[in-house]
C-alpha cells in the first residue's frame, strides 16, 4: 500500500543506492471510448517530505504508465534534469541522474534551476549540498523558464520549502520577478534540505499542475572541541 516501505526507515549504508523518489506516475489508459490521463504529484508530495526528513537524498521523479502505442500522453509530465549549456551525451544524462540534478513536472516544456549561496559566494545547484552558516543566511534562487523560449505561465505560486529532521515542513514565499524566485534563507539545527515548488492552473481550469525540484541539502560545520 503506497505510504508504507517501513516508514522511509533510514539506513546510511543505503543512503547512495537511491537517488531518484517516484514522486507520481503518469497513467494514461482507455476507459470504454475514452482515454483517461492523470498525474498525481502534489498528492504524494508528503510522502516525499516524509522520506527527505528521514534522511534520504532523494530527487522527485514522475514515471510513466501508458497503454498508448503512439506515447502521447507521456509529453504532459515527465521527469527532466539539469545539464551545462552545450552539447552532451547520455553519459552526461547519466551522471545528472546519479548527481539529483532533477526536476518533476506536470506544466509541459516547464523547467527549473535551483540555486543556493552562501556568505561566501559559493554556489550550490539542486541535488548539491551547501554549507549552512554558523551564522547568517543561504540565499536560494529558483529559475522557472520555457524550454522553448516562450513566456513562462502565470503561477498561482512559487514556494520554497524547508524540511526538517524533526518531520516538520517550513514554506518561504520569494519575492518574483520574470520567472525567477529568490529568497534568503535562515538554516536551523533541524533544517535537512530546501527545494522549490511551484503550480499553475492549466487553460482548461482543471487542476492545479505542479513543479517540483530536487533539493539543496544544508551541511552544517563540524562542533567544535
Known sequence: MPGHFNDFAFDPQLV???????????????????????????????????????GWRLGPAIGVDNDDERLTAAASSYTGVWLPPGPFTLADVTTALRQRRVFATEIPRLAVILQATDDSGKVTPMGGEAQAPPEGKLRLQADLVME??????????????????????????????????????????????YYVRAACAPADHGPERGLISAPIWVKRPAPGP
Not at 482507455?30 to 492523470?38: A, E, I
Not at 522553448?148 to 518531520?167: I, Q
Open 16 to 54: 547512495d543506492c537511491f537517488v531518484l523518489f517516484e514522486i507520481a506516475t503518469l497513467a494514461s489508459h482507455k476507459l470504454g471510448s475514452q482515454r483517461v490521463v492523470w498525474c498525481d504529484m502534489l498528492d504524494n508530495e508528503p510522502l516525499y517530505r516524509r522520506a527527505l526528513a528521514a
Open 148 to 193: 522553448d523560449g516562450s513566456a513562462a505561465p502565470t503561477f498561482l505560486y512559487v514556494r520554497f520549502v524547508e524540511v526538517r529532521s524533526s518531520g516538520e515542513s517550513a514554506v518561504t514565499d520569494p519575492q518574483e520577478e520574470e520567472g525567477r524566485a529568490a529568497a534568503e534563507v535562515t538554516p536551523g539545527a533541524h533544517t535537512r534540505c
